[in-house]
């Protein structure tokens, strides 16, 4: 089995700083392109960010010059540090990566459960 887990979601206040992570464990032997999404009440999932297994990254554009997107190929992990954090970044984040667990297997796409970040003064 694949899972991924988020953790590092927490209480900031405007303007301070979060650095979430997402670890994928179990049966993986390859992770391509990995992706943080958001979902604030109400609202669409929406995609944060997302980094190919190369380093190269995109960012949505209310996120960009305050949000990295960063991995450690190694140890199956994402980063997303969020700094200059805003009201409206409120929202649980998601985790997602497309990965084989063979090198026969076909490239699936896999979700963490999400963590919940709340930016309040």
């Known amino acids: 089995q694949v899972q991924l887990v988020e953790s590092g979601g927490g209480l900031v206040q405007p303007g301070g700083s979060l650095r979430l992570s997402c670890a994928g464990s179990g049966r993986i032997f390859s992770i391509y392109v990995m992706r943080w999404y958001r979902q604030a009440p109400g609202k669409e999932r929406e995609l944060v960010a997302d980094i190919t297994s190369g380093g190269s990254a995109n960012y949505a554009d209310s996120v960009k010059g305050r949000f990295s997107i960063f991995r450690a190929n190694a140890n199956n992990t994402v980063y997303l540090q969020m700094n200059s954090l805003k009201l409206e970044d409120t929202a649980i984040y998601y985790c997602?990566?497309?990965?084989?667990?063979?090198?026969?297997?076909?490239?699936?796409?896999?979700w963490g459960k999400g963590t919940l970040v709340t930016v309040s003064s």
């Open positions: 997602n990566a497309d990965l084989k667990k063979s090198r026969w297997d076909y490239t699936g796409r896999y």
